[in-house]
């Protein structure tokens, strides 16, 4: 790699536009993680489990269409705009037209296996295919932003800045508009969330374009012109001990963090009847995420190491959760306090994680002798959509367990089990997580010093 020399220095602008592509991305990710199992259940009259095995089995097509987006970008020639910049501005329009095609309300009617044809076709055009044209070089991009791990720890933070606002956005404002009272009951509005969905696809690409405008790629990244070596490269990535200690770690953190969010649509309104309370949860956390955990992850990242500070954090996000449990509140508003305090605990981890992705694919290139931005990101990418669609099959096969249905949507013994779920998933996902970091993620603060000194000291011509 080089750095080019008539690019302005990194800046506010690249943070800020870096927050905005995952804003972008988290329009129509968290509208699907938070609100579709609850769309195709409600609306669409199909069964949780039967919505959650199907999301799990679409991740079967990820596992082709991420690691090829990855070799893709690997293998482009960097343009005027960069090597990774310009999917962002092809992909936006189809990401965000996939994710609204989703939640078409008006095919209730339909015939059940027409609507489980529909609902499969939609998400894997929307996930595993379009929203892997973007992700993919949105994620792999903050290597060629920065070669600073100070720049690059910055951009992470920023990145979940963005996430949080858009989590403030869609978890706190859906709640408010698209749901009615039938019944005495608050239900999902098929002609609301049809509304929100056009709002959420308008903000993506209003986000994308602002990430394409204000982010510059300051690394070039040449193009890999090696022979594909499908053996090799398998060989190299199921041996890579820090790939494999993130991914672990990111696909138990997104089946906590995802199955709490799943269970949510269901806790706030049918155990404590009250969606309000949801929505101010989601704020709350926003404004924690915001408050405690992106000034002050940076900071005690750099003096204690990302690593580190992760995992005692989850180790704190569980301990909230199981009080949570023990004491099981009446109260709503309470109840969102300790998920909130459960955030807490998991933001740091999430602040940094984006960090410890380019800290892996640093320590890949001293191990191979090659850089591979673009692999490694999608290999971790794919393991977080495995992440997400395990979280959808346990969400719905738990829902589905404690017996809930159509019919028995408000009976107390059901609303009970959904409540202990909503307390369970986060508590046994935190301890994990924490777990995975100390004994199986290898990069501690002292060796990303080393490896950060060794690859600069090479791009100097002093190795």
């Known amino acids: 790699m080089s750095t080019k020399q008539n690019v302005r220095p990194f800046g506010w602008a690249d943070r800020i536009g870096y927050a905005f592509g995952d804003f972008g991305n988290d329009f129509t990710f ?51 705009d960069g090597k990774f910049r310009p999917w962002i501005k092809r992909m936006c329009g189809p990401v965000a037209i996939a994710s609204f095609l989703i939640y078409q ?10 609507k489980v044809a529909y609902m499969v076709v939609t998400y894997l055009l929307w996930g595993s295919i379009f929203y892997t044209s973007i992700n993919i070089p949105y994620g792999s991009m903050a290597s060629a932003i920065s070669d600073d791990p100070n720049d690059r720890a910055s951009l992470s933070t920023w990145r979940n800045i963005g996430a949080t606002m858009a989590s403030l956005s869609i978890n706190a404002g859906i709640p408010l508009v698209a749901y009615e009272v039938v019944d005495g009951n608050q239900v999902l509005s098929s002609s609301r969330m049809l509304i929100v969905a056009a709002a959420c696809s308008i903000g993506a690409i209003i986000c994308y374009i602002l990430c394409f405008n204000l982010v510059r790629e300051r690394v070039e990244v040449p193009q890999n012109t090696t022979k594909l070596n499908v053996g090799h490269l398998f060989k190299s990535l199921v041996t890579n001990r820090s790939l494999i200690g993130i991914i672990v770690a990111a696909i138990l953190l997104l089946l906590a963090q995802l199955g709490m969010n799943g269970v949510a649509a269901y806790v706030y309104p049918n155990y404590y009847g009250n969606v309000q309370a949801q929505s101010m949860a989601s704020i709350l956390g926003s404004i924690a995420t915001l408050v405690i955990c992106a000034p002050l992850a940076g900071k005690l990242s750099a003096k204690f190491g990302k690593k ?27 109840y969102a306090l300790f998920a909130t305090l459960g955030l807490i605990g998991i ?71 959904i409540f202990r779920i909503s307390c369970i998933v986060p508590l046994i996902g935190f301890v994990l997580v924490a777990l995975a970091l100390i004994f199986v993620y290898p990069l501690s603060k002292a060796k990303v010093d080393a490896n950060v000194a060794y690859l600069r000291a090479k791009r100097e011509g002093k190795k």
């Open 30 to 80: 968290m509208l699907s993680s938070g609100f579709m199992m609850k769309f195709y259940t409600d609306i669409m009259g199909i069964d949780a489990a039967v919505v959650g095995l199907l999301m799990m089995a679409a991740r079967f097509v990820d596992a082709v269409t991420d690691v090829t987006m990855g070799q893709i970008v690997d293998r482009s020639k960097p343009t005027k």
């Open 105 to 114: 309300g008006g095919l209730a009617d339909m015939a059940y296996g027409f």
């Open 308 to 334: 580190e500070v992760s995992a005692v954090a989850a180790i704190g996000g569980a301990v909230a959760f199981l009080i949570c449990l023990i004491i099981r509140p009446e109260n709503a508003y309470v």
């Open 347 to 417: 933001g740091f981890f999430n602040m940094v994680v984006w960090a410890m992705i380019t800290d892996v694919i640093d320590d890949s290139e001293i191990k191979n002798g090659v850089r591979e931005d673009g692999t490694i990101y999608s290999v971790y990418s794919f393991a977080r959509k495995v992440g997400q669609a395990l979280s959808s099959g346990l969400v719905g096969g738990l829902i589905t367990m404690v017996g809930y249905t159509e019919a028995t949507a408000f009976d107390p013994d059901v609303t009970l089990g």
